[in-house]
C-alpha cells in the first residue's frame, strides 16, 4: 500500500518534446508539492497545492504546468522539454501547509537527449 | 548561497563508528526536518524538531534542535552499513514551504 505513488519511475525523451509524469496519494492529505532535484542532489520545490489550489510557485518556466485533479492527484506537464530538465521530480504531500511532514514519491528520473 | 548549510558534503566512516551530519541556517528554523535518500529512490522521513532544544531519537538516530532553533545536528551512532545514503536537512523558514539542504553523502566502510 503505497503512500505516495509516481509514474513513470523513468522517463527518456528528445529536446522539444511534451510530457507528463503523474503522482497520486492514498494518505488523505491535503496538500501536494512538486520538487527537482538536480544533478547535484540539491532538492528545491517548484509547486504546492492545497486542496487542488496553486499556492506556491517558484519561479518555475511557464512550460511547466501542474494540474490537480482532485486532492489525491497532482500531475506535472512539461512542454518543449530542454536539455536542463533532466533531473529527478518528487512528489510530495502533507495535511497541512505549513509545519507539517512531507511524504515523498520514489520520484521520476527524467533525461531529455 | 544556500537557506540551509549542510556539513560535511560527504562522509566515509568505518562500520560501528560513531558519525555527526550538521545543518545550519542563518534564520529561526519553524520545523527541521531530518530525511533519507538512498540512490534511486524517494526521500525517507526520519523526524522532526520544533522545539529549541529538543532531541528525538530512532534506533541508533539521534537529531537535536538548538535552544535558538538556526542549528541541527543528525548522531548516529554505531554505524552500520545500511545507514549509507544520502541525509538531507529541510526547514520551514517561511512559514508555507520546505527548503532543503545540499545533503550530506554518507559512506560506511564494512
Known amino acids: 500500500d503505497t503512500a505516495v505513488s509516481q509514474t513513470p519511475k523513468y522517463l527518456v525523451t528528445q529536446m522539444g518534446n511534451d510530457k507528463s509524469i503523474k503522482c497520486e496519494q492514498n494518505?488523505?492529505?491535503?496538500?501536494m508539492y512538486w520538487y527537482k532535484q538536480d544533478s547535484k542532489k540539491f532538492l528545491k520545490i517548484m509547486f504546492s497545492?492545497?486542496?487542488?489550489?496553486?499556492?506556491i510557485n517558484e519561479t518555475v518556466p511557464n512550460r511547466f504546468s501542474p494540474k490537480s485533479p482532485d486532492k489525491a492527484h497532482l500531475n506535472l506537464h512539461i512542454n518543449s522539454l530542454e536539455l536542463g530538465d533532466s533531473a529527478v521530480y518528487f512528489c510530495?504531500?502533507?495535511?497541512?501547509?505549513?509545519?507539517?511532514?512531507?511524504?515523498f514519491g520514489p520520484g521520476t528520473r527524467l533525461t531529455v537527449l | 548561497s544556500q537557506e540551509l548549510e549542510q556539513s560535511p558534503q560527504s562522509l566515509i566512516v568505518q562500520e560501528g563508528k560513531n558519525l555527526t551530519i550538521n545543518c545550519t541556517s542563518s534564520?529561526?528554523?519553524?520545523?527541521l526536518y531530518w530525511y533519507k535518500q538512498k540512490y534511486g529512490e524517494g526521500l525517507i522521513f526520519l523526524m522532526m524538531?520544533?522545539?529549541?532544544?529538543e532531541e528525538k531519537s530512532h534506533e541508533k538516530i539521534t537529531a537535536k534542535l538548538d535552544e535558538k532553533k538556526q542549528q541541527s545536528s543528525l548522531h548516529i551512532t554505531a554505524s552500520q552499513p545500511s545507514h549509507a545514503g544520502i541525509y538531507l536537512c529541510?526547514?520551514?523558514?517561511?512559514?508555507?514551504?520546505?527548503?532543503f539542504g545540499a545533503g550530506t553523502i554518507l559512506r560506511v566502510k564494512s
Open positions: 497545492y492545497n486542496n487542488k489550489e496553486l499556492i
Open positions: 524538531l520544533q522545539k529549541g532544544g
Open positions: 510530495a504531500s502533507s495535511q497541512w501547509v505549513a509545519q507539517d511532514t512531507q511524504y
Open positions: 494518505l488523505g492529505h491535503d496538500t
Open positions: 529541510g526547514a520551514d523558514i517561511s512559514g508555507n514551504k520546505l527548503v
Open positions: 534564520k529561526t528554523l519553524y520545523g
